[in-house]
């Protein structure tokens, strides 16, 4: 069973930066793909972010393209969610998960996720 564990959130005022991180344990990081998710209140939970098993490919939904930024350190089992630039809309809990093919991490279609981190954007 993989477990993630997300950190780095906080409060910050519109126009500064973040950096998320989520460190993965099992075998299985190595060989799978990363994503990045965030749930807004009230709202469903989206995917944002994805980065293959070796870092050569990456995917940003469209909202956060330029903006935010994803990366992995397959030695030390994290994936970080570098984030700038923040909106008021970037208020969210971001969660990470993972997935051998990465073209399905965009229907964040899993039972299990960790407790996430929370990211307040204060205008």
């Known amino acids: 069973q993989v477990q993630l564990v997300e950190s780095g959130g906080g409060l910050v005022q519109a126009g500064g930066s973040l950096r998320l991180s989520c460190v993965v344990s099992?075998?299985?990081?190595?060989?799978?793909?990363m994503g990045w998710f965030r749930q807004a209140p009230g709202k469903e939970r989206e995917f944002v972010a994805s980065?293959?098993?070796?870092?050569?490919?990456?995917y940003y939904i469209d909202s956060v393209k330029g903006r935010f930024t994803i990366s992995r350190d397959n030695f030390e089992h994290t994936v970080y969610l570098q984030l700038d630039s923040l909106k008021p809309e970037d208020t969210a809990v971001y969660y990470c998960?993972?997935?051998?093919?990465?073209?399905?991490?965009?229907?964040?279609?899993?039972?299990?996720w960790g407790q996430g981190t929370q990211v307040t954007v204060s205008s």
């Open positions: 980065i293959s098993w070796n870092g050569g490919s990456t």
């Open positions: 099992g075998r299985t990081f190595i060989t799978s793909a």
């Open positions: 998960n993972a997935d051998r093919v990465q073209g399905r991490l965009r229907y964040g279609s899993y039972d299990y």
